[in-house]
């Protein structure tokens, strides 16, 4: 199996401060793959460096067999990124923003407009022409994120925290959207905190805890048929119990509360 | 009243405020601000204050030169605080305050204790105090009654100033409004020169003139610092009518201006416009360039400078009636064309990335080389500004009492051009090394960064007074005759500009993280 992301000893400082230390990672083609890891332990710095927006301090990035870096613009045209921050422009209207995201990726105005229009409907937003960005609600947010994200059909897409804020519909069509794009070949790179919509989407998992190492790497899909994950000995029944153990439960006690 | 919740506010925003000198960029504006408040502290025990009330008590005419210091303070706070938006910008909104055990009516408070507890407030009630003072310490008046008087002077003070910048805000936001706000802009700066020469030459008007004046703010707080006696209830009646009055009408406009203008459900139509516009500038370049003009064009901020340019440049050129001849206008109007171009843009293009918000982060995920950004934003900025030259050249052209010469048009044009280029090259980089994250939906409030207003407020006064002194130095005639030099100047400009976007570039690429930082809050 090809790899979609492959990378050795990234190393991301800020200062003295390491953000990412030495982490290297394969992630196979055509997977749903999950990145997991504790509130800053690393994982935004992670995607940033692997989508562009932040330059490593050391190591190498291939991503779809290719070296990425500042100047990949090629690479770039076949990734779709959702920050977790979504990236909006807030002054535009949802079409506007979609229609120039397209535009920005090659897509010619036709069809460009042809696909606003049925992501918009998709999506549920087809009756807000004149609102803009700003005055949407945090769901309707996210789903023009994930619309820009998805519109140019991208080989790979990275998704941060996609489901947060989405109604139950608009999260079973975004899942079954996810189905069909590594059915097709096509690689999903997922973080998120929930971890069983994890345990039920993605075959393969990634775990970090702070700084940015990798403590956990493996195939999780016997979760998904009531089986169990070995590691150091231990058997897991889920993903929650495998994090923990990981991780170091954290459980303060407030009299008080 | 919960008062210790409210100061609890008010030391939440001096503690905000102090945060903000964590910052690089905030060292450097506590610097100045502290020396500039040193020297203001001297101005004011010298000539401000004390000066003033000696003056006043010397002259014999104490009342006279109390109302001329109060209202010139008065109108100057006024204009520096809704013209730059230091002092009526709102600390808490009422929304943010609804999380604490405040009721309506404390709310209400507390936004405005906070308010006219900003410094800028405390330095004006400092330069007005110095002169209750002065007057009192050169035996004309009482302290006690002229400290009150002043106080409540200071109240109607900021309070007018908070009732214009939410009118003013309101009008930007509704249909129509714009227009109303272009006509206002044009009477303030026209009419004033028009009309105060007329009535100062009219038979009782100035007796007229100064009746009215007395029913105003200033008029009575000087009234009651050197007049303990007849007419203090009037005057402390009136000050108070007034505050009464301005909150009642702040508090309606509040309302009208707080109505939700959501927009109604409506499917998606395609306005081109933009996008026709924009792909003059290359099939790379339109998507972005679409992109900005529509953050440029609708900005409220950006349509109040941009609507606001051409006045301040008739402003600027025809303020005075040129003595020795209509030539001198000419020379005004070069710094008037120099700077009228950055005017109406400056706002959005000293700060190009300050109204992303989070749109920042996906410059760097599009696949184009992110030098393009910052290019596809800058043209933008020339473009919009390069209509207001045009437009500027036109109306010259057709109205300005100076006879028509291919000469005057050439520098007037030169000058558009050369300046449209130096200042948006400097923009270019007070975008990339002072950036600051910048609300898109307010229309006042000074939100530049430190960079940016030296820029503008710098650019601006350099523009004006060095016609001004190429005007009485040289004269018209000696300036025309040298014509040819704003040729080479404005290639001059040109080459600096094309130069600032190259090598911004690259700075852009390498200061991304910095300005990530510096827009997303953290330092």
Not at chain 2, 451 to 476: E, Y
Request: net charge positive; with cysteine.
């Amino acid at each position: 199996m090809t790899a979609a992301i492959e990378v050795a000893n990234l190393t991301k400082k800020y200062g003295e401060t390491v953000a990412v230390e030495n982490l290297s990672l394969t992630v196979p083609a055509g997977t749903m793959f999950g990145f997991l890891g504790p509130n800053g332990s690393g994982k935004s710095t992670t995607i940033g460096c692997l989508t562009g927006l932040l330059d490593p301090t050391a190591g190498s990035i291939r991503i779809l067999g290719e070296p990425f870096g500042d100047s990949a613009v090629a690479l770039k045209r076949r990734m779709g990124v959702m920050p977790e921050s979504l990236g909006l422009f807030d002054a535009l209207y949802a079409h506007e923003f979609l229609f120039f995201q397209a535009r920005m990726f090659g897509l010619d105005a036709e069809t460009a407009r042809h696909r606003v229009s049925e992501l918009l409907e998709a999506m549920e937003l087809g009756g807000t022409g004149k609102k803009r960005l700003s005055e949407f609600s945090a769901g309707m947010r996210k789903r023009v994120a994930f619309a820009a994200a998805v519109i140019s059909g991208p080989d790979l897409l990275f998704l941060d925290e996609p489901f947060e804020s989405i109604d139950p519909a608009g999260v079973a069509s975004i899942k079954q959207w996810l189905h069909k794009i590594t059915a097709q070949g096509r690689t999903v790179f997922l973080t998120t905190h929930v971890l069983e919509t994890v345990e039920r989407l993605c075959s393969q998992v990634a775990i970090i805890t702070k700084p940015g190492k990798l403590v956990w790497q493996g195939d999780i899909s016997a979760l998904d048929r009531d089986g169990t994950i070995s590691h150091d000995g231990t058997e897991f029944r889920t993903l929650e119990q495998l994090f923990l153990h990981l991780t170091g439960e954290r459980y303060a006690q407030l009299d008080w509360l | 009243m919960n008062a210790p919740l409210i100061f609890q506010l008010v030391g939440l925003r001096y503690k905000l405020l102090w945060a903000q000198t964590r910052t690089r960029n905030g060292r450097i504006a506590l610097f100045l601000a502290a020396y500039l408040f040193a020297i203001f502290i001297v101005i004011l025990m010298t000539a401000g204050g004390y000066g003033a009330a000696m003056i006043a008590v010397r002259s014999g005419h104490a009342e006279t030169v109390a109302q001329a210091v109060l209202g010139g303070l008065f109108l100057n706070a006024l204009v520096a605080s809704v013209v730059t938006g230091f002092g009526i910008n709102t600390a808490f909104t009422d929304a943010a305050l609804r999380r604490y055990a405040l009721n309506a009516q404390e709310r209400l408070a507390a936004r405005h204790v906070t308010g006219i507890l900003e410094p800028v407030w405390i330095f004006v009630l400092a330069l007005y105090l110095g002169l209750s003072t002065g007057l009192y310490v050169f035996g004309a008046g009482n302290f006690w009654l002229g400290a009150a008087a002043v106080l409540l002077l200071l109240m109607a003070n900021y309070l007018l100033a908070r009732v214009l910048a939410t009118l003013i805000e309101w009008l930007s936001h509704v249909k129509g409004g714009t227009a109303v706000l272009f006509l206002l802009l044009i009477s303030l700066c026209l009419l004033p020169s028009a009309l105060i020469p007329r009535l100062v030459r009219a038979h009782g008007a100035r007796h007229a003139m100064r009746a009215v004046l007395g029913y105003t703010p200033p008029f009575a707080a000087a009234a009651l610092t050197v007049n303990a006696g007849a007419g203090m209830l009037h005057n402390f009646g009136l000050l108070a009518a007034w505050i009464a009055a301005l909150l009642v009408l702040l508090a309606a406009i509040e309302k009208q201006a707080a109505r939700p203008r959501s927009a109604a459900a409506a499917v998606a139509t395609w306005d081109n416009r933009y996008e026709r516009i924009a792909s003059i500038f290359g099939p790379t370049m339109a998507p972005l360039v679409g992109r900005s003009l529509r953050y440029y064009m609708r900005s409220n901020k950006v349509r109040f400078n941009y609507i606001g340019a051409l006045p301040a440049l008739a402003f600027i050129t025809f303020n005075n009636p040129a003595a020795g001849g209509p030539l001198h206008y000419f020379v005004r109007a070069l710094g008037g064309f120099t700077v009228v171009g950055f005017l109406g843009t400056a706002v959005m293009s000293t700060n190009q990335f300050g109204f992303d918000a989070s749109g920042f982060r996906r410059y760097f995920l599009l696949p184009i080389a992110p030098g393009e950004i910052l290019r596809a934003s800058s043209y933008t900025a020339m473009f919009v500004g390069g209509t207001l030259v045009a437009a500027a050249l036109v109306l010259w052209v057709l109205f300005a009492p100076v006879p028509f010469d291919a000469r005057i048009a050439t520098m007037l044009l030169a000058a558009g051009a050369g300046g449209l280029c130096l200042f948006n090259g400097l923009s270019i980089w007070t975008s990339l090394l002072a950036p600051r994250a910048t609300s898109f939906e307010t229309t006042f409030g000074n939100q530049l960064s430190l960079g940016a207003n030296v820029l503008l407020i710098g650019g601006l006064l350099a523009c004006i007074l060095g016609v001004m002194l190429l005007d009485n130095l040289a004269g018209p005639a000696a300036v025309l005759s040298y014509w040819w030099v704003s040729l080479p100047a404005a290639a001059l400009a040109i080459l600096f500009y094309s130069y600032s976007l190259r090598l911004g570039a690259a700075t852009f690429v390498s200061r991304r993280e910095r300005l990530l930082n510096a827009l997303e809050g953290r330092n």
